[in-house]
């Protein structure tokens, strides 16, 4: 199964939905752009895949990780990193590029 997230104006995921593999195949290979089409087909709007394995930038299952984390609904797709993100929890947390997540910063402290 194959999972494609919905993304709105602001590239803020508004659903996530699960295709069969065998719709995204041109002459037997999976093809991301064969699975926009076929999402397209059903609910127009702009897609991008996502993979349930992936978090942290880690395949879960030793295969390749795409975009950094799995989509939920109101994470955002940041398109510089190619990645799917949770919003910034607050201004005092910085994202990690290679993992997607947020991260707290803590303040060095002066001896």
Not at 8 to 32: A, C, H, K, R, W
Request: contains cysteine; charged residues 15%.
């Amino acid at each position: 199964m194959a999972h494609f997230a919905q993304l709105d104006d602001n590239n803020v995921v508004t659903q996530v939905i699960v295709i069969d593999n065998n719709d995204m195949l041109v002459d037997g290979v999976p093809s991301e752009t064969q699975g926009i089409a076929f999402c397209n087909a059903l609910i127009p709007g702009k897609w991008v895949q996502t993979s349930y394995n992936t978090l942290a930038g880690v395949h879960l299952n030793g295969g390749t990780p795409l975009r950094k984390n799995f989509a939920s609904i109101g994470d955002i797709y940041n398109e510089e990193l190619d990645a799917f993100v949770k919003p910034n929890p607050n201004g005092s947390y910085q994202l990690n590029e290679e993992t997607g997540l947020w991260e707290t910063v803590v303040p060095e402290v002066s001896k």
